[in-house]
Every structure is written in C-alpha cells, then in structure tokens.
C-alpha cells in the first residue's frame, strides 16, 4: 500500500507560479510512474502530465510549456511546477502513482487562479 500526501496549493493570480509536492510512502516509489490530474469545477478528472520510473515525461496540450513535472527517488516525491496560472487552471490537483495493476491516489490539493 502506498499513501500520497499532496501539499503546495492554494491562491495565486494569473500569471504567478505554484509548485505542488506529493511525498509517497513506503519503499518502492522509484519503480512506479507517477502522473498529476486535476479535476476543473463541474468536470471530470483530467490528466496533466506523466513521469515515468525512467524519468521521461509528458504532458495534455493546455499545459505544455507551462508545467513541468519532476520526480526525487531519494525523497519519494514527484513535483509539479506551474508557471505562467491560467484562471482555466483552476482546480484539484491530485496524484497519482501507478506500477502494474497497482494505482494509488492522493487525497488532492486545491488550486485557485484569479484574473
């Protein structure tokens, strides 16, 4: 069982810059891709982006350019930092860590951008 901690939301205004943190348990984090979604109001969850154990990475259109995801093996943490908000960007980021049939999630972190 792997818990994920979310930590690094909160209000910014367009134009500022957020990182998000998400700090895993246990001992296997290096093995398991590790991805970021977020859920806009009223909408389903969507990805953002991808990390996987090799560290090659990917991204959904909106964000490209503006986020970057990383990962830190030694510290069990995957990273997302958001660059350039977009009051479209406003939402619940969640992570998420996934190795075979084995997908965990966080509990999510709120993330408000005004205009």
């Known amino acids: 069982q792997v818990q994920l901690v979310e930590s690094g939301g909160g209000l910014v205004q367009a134009g500022g810059s957020l990182r998000l943190s998400c700090a895993a348990s246990?001992?296997?984090?290096?093995?398991?891709?590790m991805a970021w979604y977020r859920r806009l109001p009223g909408k389903q969850r969507e990805l953002v982006a991808t990390?996987?154990?090799?560290?090659?990475?990917n991204y959904a259109d909106p964000v490209k350019g503006r986020f970057t995801i990383s990962r830190d093996n030694a510290k069990k943490t995957v990273y997302l930092q958001m660059n350039s908000l977009k009051p479209e960007d406003t939402a619940v980021y969640y992570c998420?860590?996934?190795?075979?049939?084995?997908?965990?999630w966080g509990q999510g972190t709120q993330v408000t951008v005004s205009s």
């Open positions: 990390i996987t154990s090799g560290g090659v990475t």
């Open positions: 246990g001992n296997t984090f290096s093995t398991y891709a």
């Open positions: 998420n860590a996934q190795f075979s049939i084995r997908n965990y």
